[in-house]
């Protein structure tokens, strides 16, 4: 594997369902980032983590939870989610505060 | 205000044609800039990263920042209809991990 993975590619959850997006990456880099997309806005950003701390949290609603048990990996843990909450879920990362490189993403449709 | 501008499209073009595509920011704090393209249903992918003031070249593809307008520009040249996607910009003060990105401009090159 290479660059920036994440999995599912897609998933469909009804509102009261519990899943999570992971995302790894094999760039040896030291920030990861959660972002949502949606059509005709900017891209959102979500969650930062450098070495595994938070640095960012722009002011998310609660059923999005973030992990990131290491460097490598970043998780991003669903429940109780909205239909407007439907989105291309996308995850980066950069070495400090270099250039992100993206994931091809996890579209997400909720029911 | 919003804080990065870019035109959404989508702008067409003919095969070979010199693309030039534009955002301005209201930030002069603003020093690192990015350009992504993206392709339907897939992750961005990083093209240019420049600092600062000036041209970068790679390609086909030069990077152009004026700090003094605050306007950057992306150039295509020889564009070709797998140039067609929506291209990006991205840009950052120094100290923090927290890019704006534009709403991206969906780009059409006609064979």
């Known amino acids: 594997e290479t660059g920036v993975t994440q999995t599912p590619r897609h998933l469909v959850m009804g509102m009261t369902n519990k899943k999570s997006l992971k995302c790894e990456q094999h760039l040896g880099h030291n920030a990861m980032y959660w972002y949502k997309q949606s059509a005709k806005k900017p891209l959102e950003l979500m969650f930062v983590y450098n070495f595994k701390e938070q640095t960012e949290n722009n002011s998310v609603p609660s059923r999005f939870s973030p992990e990131c048990p290491n460097s490598s990996h970043l998780f991003l843990h669903l429940h109780t989610l909205q239909p407007e909450d439907s989105a291309l879920y996308l995850c980066?990362?950069?070495?400090?505060?270099?250039?992100?490189?993206f994931g091809p993403g996890t579209r997400l449709t909720v029911l | 205000q919003k804080e990065v501008e870019q035109d959404p499209g989508p702008l067409s073009v003919p095969e070979g044609a010199i693309v030039s595509l534009n955002c301005t920011y209201s930030n002069s704090a603003f020093q690192y800039f990015m350009w992504y393209r993206q392709y339907s249903r897939k992750g961005p992918e990083l093209l240019m990263y420049t600092y600062s003031s000036g041209n970068k070249e790679d390609g086909r593809f030069t990077a152009q920042v004026d700090k003094s307008s605050k306007y950057i520009s992306l150039f295509i040249r020889d564009s070709q209809p797998s140039d067609s996607a929506t291209y990006l910009c991205?840009?950052?003060?120094?100290?923090?991990?927290?890019?704006?990105f534009g709403t991206g401009t969906r780009l059409k090159v006609l064979a």
């Open positions: 980066a990362s950069s070495q400090e505060m270099g250039e992100q490189f």
């Open positions: 991205a840009m950052s003060p120094p100290g923090t991990y927290k890019y704006i």
